[in-house]
């Protein structure tokens, strides 16, 4: 694919799905933040039920979707919301919105679910790879961080409004600094589940279509349906070909199983037998 998105120097629009997250993101927080007051309890245990959790994933598997938008500390939603900002916007304003919903969306789930497999794989020959939980929009904002630099490797980026340099250099700045932090403070499931939604991401730009997997499977159902129909009509024009030398005609049919008038028919007549 190739880069036709202008430089992202500022804060893009703020409209389609990206507002949608971004609103969304927002409203848990302050539900949690309220209920973190009024009910700690019954907070904590919201909480518990939609955050990644390794070892419970595959029990609440709405765990998957949701985890995302179970915000950690102030400071981080912050950071996180403005990084999806500056990526997302730009990405659904050069990409369209189907394909970044479908980025978005592949890349949170998919990514969680291959950071659960591995967590539970290498547990044992790893034991700390499943410490901690995952919580916020940081993991799928750096893979969407990663997917604007893949596209716009040597455009200059200002990220925060003060960092200024390859989109690049930003991309691999900021994922390794979020690495370091995660394994410092001992959550290393969310490094490996950051890591695994920069995979999935990478993956979905160099395998999706241009116009997003879901037109491309609307557009193979429909092709497998049309091949089902050709073959079924080939069916009743053979049939129709016996029956006929049985009564001591002979008929032409094409390899569409269409049938093939005299020399003098009109091609275009539409009273022809087709």
């Not at 202008?6 to 997250?21: D, E, S, V, Y």
């Not at 979020?178 to 730009?205: E, H, P, S």
């Not at 089902?228 to 032409?252: C, E, L, N, W």
């Amino acid at each position: 694919m190739r880069s036709r998105g202008p430089t992202l120097l500022a804060l893009p629009a703020f409209r389609g799905l990206t507002r949608k997250i971004i609103l969304l993101a927002i409203a848990c927080f302050l539900f949690f933040l309220i209920t973190g007051i009024v009910a700690p309890r019954l907070g904590g245990t919201v909480a518990g039920l939609l955050a990644l959790q390794p070892g419970l994933a595959f029990k609440y598997v709405w765990q998957f979707a949701t985890w995302p938008f179970v915000p950690g500390s102030l400071l981080n939603l912050i950071f996180a919301l403005l990084f999806l900002w500056f990526t997302g916007g730009a990405l659904e304003d050069e990409c369209g919105t189907r394909w970044f919903t479908e980025l978005f969306f592949v890349t949170s789930i998919a990514g969680a679910v291959l950071a659960t497999l591995l967590s539970l794989l290498l547990a044992r020959v790893i034991p700390f790879i499943n410490v901690g939980v995952s919580v916020g929009l940081w993991p799928t904002s750096l893979a969407l961080l990663l997917v604007y630099a893949r596209l716009h490797a040597d455009e200059p980026m200002t990220a925060y409004f003060i960092i200024r340099a390859r989109a690049k250099y930003i991309a691999a700045g900021f994922l390794l600094f979020y690495l370091v932090v995660d394994l410092y403070t001992g959550q290393r499931f969310d490094a490996l589940n950051a890591i695994c939604n920069c995979l999935v991401a990478w993956l979905f730009m160099q395998m999706s279509p241009r116009r997003g997997l879901r037109h491309s499977v609307s557009e193979g159902l429909f092709g497998l349906r049309n091949r089902y129909y050709r073959a079924k009509r080939r069916r009743a024009a053979k049939k129709f070909q016996v029956y006929m030398r049985k009564q001591g005609k002979d008929v032409s049919i094409d390899s569409s199983g269409r049938y093939i008038g005299l020399d003098d028919d009109d091609p275009d007549d539409r009273r022809r037998m087709n």
